[in-house]
């Protein structure tokens, strides 16, 4: 349910052939939506002017149109490692998208790490944090699952 609020310091003023678009909303769009129309109904919408009187409105229910495919979410696993193989629990895990979100998991028992829902085809930058070894950043192109992404530790 959406619900807005307008309130303004003056009146809009309207002639009756002028229409113009006094709220418009916009929404993101998750990986997993599947593609094609989804219908937005309004189902209720009141307006009044500045002394609460009802006032007669045209409301517009549409739709939007998702252009696909929308692939769902890739999964990026691996191991963080010692440099003589052993893992390395509770490290965090960085992956850093082109826009500069960023995600961190921690490994688990022997170093296991695993990244859901990761946007496929494009560059991300990933990398481990851990208070005894140091590791160096690598860029990763995801073009659909990974799950041998290894990070081993320099010291």
Request: glycine share 8%; charged share 20%.
């Amino acid at each position: 349910m959406i619900r807005v609020l307008v309130d303004a310091a003056a009146p809009f003023v309207l002639s009756s052939k002028e229409a113009r678009s006094i709220v418009d909303i916009s929404f993101g769009l998750a990986m997993t939506a599947a593609s094609g129309e989804s219908q937005l109904d309004i189902e209720e919408c009141v307006i009044s002017d500045a002394n609460a009187s009802a006032l007669a409105a045209v409301i517009t229910s549409g739709a939007v149109l998702i252009a696909g495919p929308n692939p769902a979410g890739v999964e990026i696993s691996g191991r963080v490692l010692t440099p003589d193989g052993r893992g390395i629990r509770n490290a965090a895990v960085v992956l850093v998208d082109a826009d500069r979100n960023i995600r961190t998991v921690l490994t688990g028992t022997f170093g296991h790490y695993r990244f859901r829902g990761v946007a496929p085809d494009a560059w991300y930058l990933i990398n481990a944090r851990s208070r005894r070894f140091r590791f160096a950043p690598h860029r990763l192109h995801v073009t659909g699952p990974m799950d041998d992404v290894d990070l081993i530790a320099q010291e």
